[in-house]
């Protein structure tokens, strides 16, 4: 199972873009990407989840350069609410063996 | 429609004593997962249950650890002879294709150990 590398935390302001890397350097030929955000007495929520090139959705973007071995979160204009931690997971989609959701990156938007 | 729920959400108990958690998975989800997460830690995968197949529990930490699923429903989550290592919150998720990180995760169960 790939393991992965997050920043342990980053600051931001409202309305500013975010951009979370992460780093998964022996990432394997099927794995796939993914990333979740988790606020405080929360349980983990999936965000989005990709294999290669730009995942977008209602949420955030996800970009996979060629060679796979790092990822970015994009969080477009944040807010107060998005204040959580995004967590990037690497794995086989469809052999679930283990799921390592690593320590996380803790997100502080401030005013 | 309903979330995943768990049950109690806070659970305090003495060392030594066994506890049970509840996970009611996501109506049609086949799958469900637990994890446990200490404080100001990330998540640890504990059991994996799927359709009717024999439970991956690789990630369960000691044999005071089990876990039982009646079909694609109810999962209760034992931890017998409890020790204060064991606190942490104890969290249950569901997905509805198998073998998936698409998963849908409840609140989770507070366990405290004193």
């Known amino acids: 199972l790939a393991k992965t590398t997050q920043p342990i935390s980053m600051d931001s302001y409202e309305g500013q873009e975010v951009n979370i890397t992460c780093s998964h350097n022996?990432?394997?030929?099927?794995?796939?990407i993914t990333w979740y955000q988790q606020f405080p007495s929360q349980g983990p929520r999936f965000i989005i989840q990709?294999?290669?090139t730009k995942v977008t959705n209602e949420v955030a973007s996800l970009f996979i350069p060629a060679d796979r071995k790092s990822s970015t979160l994009s969080l477009p204009r944040v807010s107060l609410s998005d204040t959580a931690v995004y967590y990037c997971?690497?794995?086989?989609?469809?052999?679930?063996?283990?799921?390592?959701f690593g320590s996380g990156t803790k997100l502080n938007v401030k005013p | 429609g309903a979330g995943v729920s768990q049950s109690p959400s806070n659970k305090v108990t003495e060392k030594g004593k066994d506890v049970e958690l509840r996970c009611d998975p996501i109506?049609?989800?086949?799958?469900l997962y637990w994890y446990r997460q200490s404080l100001g830690q990330g998540l640890e995968f504990l059991i994996y249950?799927?359709?009717?197949?024999?439970?991956?529990k690789s990630g369960l930490p000691s044999d005071r650890f089990s876990a039982e699923r009646t079909g694609e429903s109810v999962s209760t989550l034992t931890i017998q002879r409890t020790q204060q290592e064991d606190s942490a919150v104890y969290l249950c998720?569901?997905?509805?294709?198998?073998?998936?990180?698409?998963?849908?995760f409840g609140p989770g169960t507070r366990l405290t150990v004193t």
């Open positions: 249950f799927q359709g009717n197949s024999a439970p991956d």
């Open positions: 109506s049609g989800h086949t799958a």
């Open positions: 022996n990432i394997a030929t099927n794995d796939y």
């Open positions: 998720a569901s997905s509805l294709k198998d073998y998936t990180y698409e998963q849908y």
């Open positions: 997971l690497v794995g086989l989609q469809y052999n679930f063996n283990k799921f390592y």
């Open positions: 990709g294999y290669k």
